[in-house]
């Protein structure tokens, strides 16, 4: 996946700087890394597979987040889960849902129809869910 993230490139340099001796040897602790998808409300649109993804992570010890910039409900969440990761605090049902927006809808019911929109005109009783 690396080398389709740099494709075009011909050479990468990594600096560092000379008199900050390197602290990976130095420290227990690696950092976490995740890999992160982004654009999923463009789902019709993937051309990376779902197990493509969670393949990669696995083989590479990789966290996992689907995200979408544009609904930025799961751009929170992500951030919530990896601060949570850090922190080692297990997140509830209640806190991973807080941060996702509940999408409310008319239940219509097509024999009272008619009543209904006699009762409130200005509300529109159809709802399409994709
Ligand atoms: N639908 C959708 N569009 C997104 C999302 N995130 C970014 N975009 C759009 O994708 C385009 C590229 O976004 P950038 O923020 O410029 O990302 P980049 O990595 O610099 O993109 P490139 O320069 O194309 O590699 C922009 O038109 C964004 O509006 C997303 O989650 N959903």
Redesign the pocket.
Known sequence: MLDRCICGTQEILLVYDITSYPMSEESETQPLIALVG?????EHNRTVKPEKHLRFCQENGFNSHL?????TDSVFLCFQKVAAEILGIKLNKAETEQSQSVVKADIVNYNQEPMARAVNPSRSSVCAAG
């Open positions: 982004n654009k999923i409300d463009l995200v979408s910039a544009k609904a």
